[in-house]
């Protein structure tokens, strides 16, 4: 997979969110998604090396949405934006990454061409 491939917001709806025991969740809006990790906005405040539980909502793929719950600690924060790396991905998770970013980058080629 190419390492650099990301996918912007407009492929996540608002159904995301984040929380730090796997309990109590919080909406967050993401701003970037790629195979390595994630950025996203949030009001709450988080910080730097913290390890958080994230719950995905995929739309606009072809055959259905996609709901991940992911892992991730956080590598950089700036305001209320933050960076984050995934930790603990399994490979069933992988794959569905996968399928996302295959699908901004065929809907990108689509519009582009």
């Known amino acids: 997979m190419d390492k650099r491939a990301y996918v912007r917001d407009e492929f996540f709806s608002s159904k995301s969110a984040v929380s730090r025991d796997g309990k109590h969740w919080v909406d967050i809006k993401v701003v970037d998604f790629s195979a390595q ?17 994230f719950r995905l909502s ?13 892992q991730g600690d956080i ?14 991905l399994d490979h069933g998770i992988e794959i569905e990454i996968d399928e996302i970013i ?12």
């Not at 995929?58 to 992911?70: F, S």
């Open 75 to 88: 590598r950089y924060k700036v305001e209320n934006d933050y960076g984050v790396k995934f930790i603990n």
């Open 37 to 53: 990790g994630l950025k996203f906005h949030s009001e709450e405040d988080f910080q730097k090396d913290e390890v958080l539980f």
């Open 58 to 70: 995929a739309r606009n793929l072809i055959t259905k949405d996609l709901h991940l719950e992911i």
């Open 102 to 113: 295959m699908h901004h980058k065929k809907h990108l080629s689509e519009i582009n061409s």
